[in-house]
């Protein structure tokens, strides 16, 4: 009996669910992006945090590539794309938008939907601020753009910014080992759903040459983000968006009325407040992948 129901089952589009890995050189820089689904379908595309890559949207990607085409870059200085030292590519979000940009261009994507996370916020709307007329629709996950989102550990890289130099502890936390494993499991309800693998592994490429360099400058320059919130938010309320938030609540860093926010400006987006921490999909992935198929199914148009 099992046999015959096994025999009788509709096989996965393993062909488009597989996803493939390529390398794109914009403006000098080779850029690394992750691939998947079919490519007659809308495109979203996956926009990583810190200090991860586009590896983050592993367990995602085969899971929406079923229906939608999917592109997830790692930024300069991230992943596998090429980490020029900083006297030789500015590290500013300004600077990550325009190469992010130029991939999504060099890849012939003439609209999209955008998965923001983490720092994949302020390079996503610096992507939508420059083409409002591309972006279909907005999926975020912990990507803020309101200060009421800021968490209590907020307030001493406030002081980072302020003078670098007379807060040394506040980078060596932000790129230790310990905080890389804390960005992941601090505050969750499932330990044992999180790999030890990607912290190690997110601080052994911390811990690679020129790195200290290149994180230290996009943490100063993350400032702009907060300054640019109020400009982010009026581009939400003149273009409405499609959006779908999908916030893990326990992140003690983006804390969850940064996600509650986006109804103020957005006033039909769809909000969940998830149990679960900075990376939700770590601990609700096949929560996410359905509530995400099932938002872009109503707004993205099939070609």
Do not use: C
């Amino acid at each position: 009996m099992l046999l015959g129901t096994a025999a009788q089952a509709t096989p996965l589009p393993s062909t488009q669910a597989t996803t493939t890995y390529h390398y794109a050189t914009v403006d000098g820089i080779r850029v690394f992006y992750r691939e998947a689904g079919p490519k007659d379908a809308p495109t979203l595309v996956l926009l990583h945090g810190f200090p991860s890559s586009s590896r983050q949207f592993d367990t995602l990607m085969p899971l929406l590539a079923t229906r939608y085409h999917l592109i997830a870059p790692d930024y300069p200085g991230f992943g596998h794309s090429d980490a020029p030292d900083p006297t030789r590519y500015a590290y500013t979000f300004d600077h990550l938008a325009k190469t992010t940009d130029g991939l999504l261009q060099q890849l012939g994507l003439k609209h999209y939907a955008l998965y923001l996370h983490d720092y994949g916020g302020p390079v996503g709307f610096r992507i939508m601020v420059a083409h409002p007329d591309r972006v279909d629709a907005l999926v975020v996950s912990n990507a803020n753009a309101y200060e009421e989102g800021l968490g209590k550990k907020w307030a001493a890289i406030a002081e980072y910014w302020k003078d670098p130099k007379a807060h040394p502890e506040v980078f060596e936390s932000f790129v230790s080992l310990k905080g890389a494993e804390l960005r992941h499991t601090l505050g969750t309800s499932h330990p044992e759903r999180y790999n030890p693998d990607t912290w190690t592994d997110e601080f052994a490429h911390l811990s690679q040459p020129g790195q200290s360099d290149i994180q230290a400058a996009l943490l100063y320059d993350y400032r702009t983000n907060v300054a640019s919130y109020p400009a982010w938010q009026a581009w939400l309320r003149k273009h409405k968006p499609p959006t779908l938030v999908v916030w893990g609540k326990n992140d003690p860093s983006f804390i969850g009325a940064g996600g509650e926010a986006y109804k103020r400006d957005l006033p039909d987006a769809e909000v969940h407040l998830l149990d679960a921490g900075h990376f939700p999909w770590d601990e609700q992935v096949d929560t996410i992948a359905q509530l995400v198929q099932s938002f872009l199914d109503k707004h993205l148009t099939r070609r």
